[in-house]
């Protein structure tokens, strides 16, 4: 259904209470079913409109009923929030509690409760939006997170393929510029991370469920961004202390495990020259437990300092 479709048919019956069917129909480009459809949708949005039977009958809002001064999308409701989330999240936007309870005051009260599902849902780690996901999709994921209602969703995956999947959504996470769902997949039998803007089509089920006692989202998220299935998984003892490292280390990047000799980082990855840099940035001595192609990508990186550093061979 067209939400723009639906606020323009709230704005002719401001304009022109009355019209019937028909001439509505013809206005929105529609057919008379689908101006029924719409002004119940706006009826389950808390807008009530009366429709009048016969001959001239038409569609009117209620008696006495106001309209609220702030009428907005689904997409345009998300986009003001979220934004207003990340500010207090930030520290730096003033005033967004009051802006946020103004918002709340004026919207319809279906679109009302959706919006409040966010605030009471989403789990912040950055400030920095990039991803591209659907509003609907992420209210009803916030509605569906907070009621603790299974979801289906049209899932594409990183190499294009779509699938069905049945979701348990545990929390909703914003990180590094995009949105994460994590929660468990039936398909799959535990917990997964999915990114929302490659969610499509989602209908919320009547099954519930019951998440773990304690879980965080975040952290489900930074795990499961950690073992993404890249072409290699390399494992690597870097020797320094492990609060050093867990700090130059986001647990988005790699799983952590203190040893005797330091820390266990174990990483997917898909090019191993990316990984030779990042561990020679480190600025720590490490040694390479595997693949035996990242001991080559290290020796490579470090016979291309060395000739950029105007260093001879000593070999040579």
């Known amino acids: ?17 009355g019209l019937t069917g028909p001439e ?37 809002l209620s008696p006495g009923y106001r309209l609220p001064p702030l009428m907005l999308t ?16 930030s520290g730096v936007a003033a005033g967004t509690e009051s802006a946020l309870a103004k918002i709340e005051r004026v919207l319809p009260r279906g679109l009302r409760e959706r919006v409040r599902a966010v605030e009471e849902t989403v789990g912040l780690t950055s400030r920095r939006f990039e991803g591209r ?15 603790s209602r299974r979801v289906r969703v049209a899932y594409r995956s990183f190499g294009g393929r779509v699938s069905e999947r049945e979701v348990d959504p545990y929390g909703l996470v914003f990180h590094s ?27 919320v089920l009547g099954e519930g469920f019951e998440a773990p006692e304690e879980f ?14 890249y072409r290699y998984e390399v494992e690597v003892v870097v020797h320094a202390e492990p609060a050093e490292v867990r700090r130059r280390l ?8 203190e040893v005797e000799s330091g820390v266990r980082l174990v990483a997917r990855v898909e090019r191993l020259e990316g990984m030779a840099q990042a561990l020679a940035g480190l600025g720590w ?32």
């Open 133 to 147: 996901a659907s509003g609907s999709v992420l209210l009803s994921l916030a509605e569906a997170v907070r009621g």
């Open 216 to 229: 965080d989202p975040v952290a489900a998220v930074m795990d499961g961004l950690a073992r993404v299935p």
């Open 250 to 257: 986001p647990a988005s990047l790699a799983v952590l495990t």
């Open 24 to 60: 509505l129909a013809a206005r929105l480009a529609v057919d008379e079913r689908t101006v029924r459809r719409y002004a119940a949708r706006l009826t389950d949005l808390g807008v009530p409109v009366e429709a009048d039977r016969g001959r001239y009958g038409g569609y009117r």
């Open 177 to 203: 510029g995009r949105w994460y769902v994590t929660g468990f997949d039936h398909a799959r039998g535990e917990v997964r991370t999915f990114r929302v803007d490659r969610v499509g089509a989602l209908e």
């Open 285 to 316: 001595p490490f040694t390479v437990v595997r693949p035996a192609e990242l001991r080559v990508a290290v020796a490579e990186l470090a016979e291309r300092l060395r000739s950029w550093a105007g260093e001879p061979d000593p070999d040579k």
């Open 74 to 89: 689904e997409d345009e409701a998300a986009a003001v929030v979220l934004g207003l989330l990340v500010g207090r999240h």
């Open 1 to 17: 259904m067209s939400t723009n479709r639906v606020l323009a048919l709230l704005e002719l019956l401001q304009a022109r209470p």
